[in-house]
Nanobody, 118 residues
């Protein structure tokens, strides 16, 4: 499985962006999908994830109520809708796929830069 993330950019605080991650291969629906991010000078952190069937989304406390993850298995795509963006959301965002839990994802996308200006 290859993952291609897109949709990042520069946005003012309070704005919105939608990230997309398209997966190659015919087994996309077998994987839980997630988003992680790495801010400058910080460790990569978990943002959100969704089950293979599209249920049970869960979020890091820092984004709860502002970000929404969804997936379209027919399009092999997972989305991250980000609203009410804050400067502290500035990071490179990575999508990931896992069949065995988030301690060790099976696949990573290449990352897309999100910059939120104050």
């Amino acid at each position: 499985v290859q993952l291609q993330a897109s949709g990042g950019g520069l946005v003012q605080a309070g704005g919105s962006l939608r990230l997309s991650c398209v997966a190659s291969g015919r087994t996309f629906s077998s994987y839980a999908m997630g988003w992680f991010r790495r801010a400058p000078g910080k460790e990569r952190e978990f943002v959100t994830a969704i089950s293979a069937s599209g249920g049970s989304p869960y979020y890091a406390d820092s984004v709860k109520g502002r970000f929404t993850i969804s997936r379209d298995n027919a399009k092999n795509t997972v989305y991250l809708q980000m609203n009410s963006l804050k400067p502290e959301d500035t990071a490179v965002y990575y999508c990931a796929a896992t069949s065995r839990g988030w301690q060790q994802p099976d696949y990573w996308g290449q990352g897309t830069q999100v910059t939120v200006s104050s």
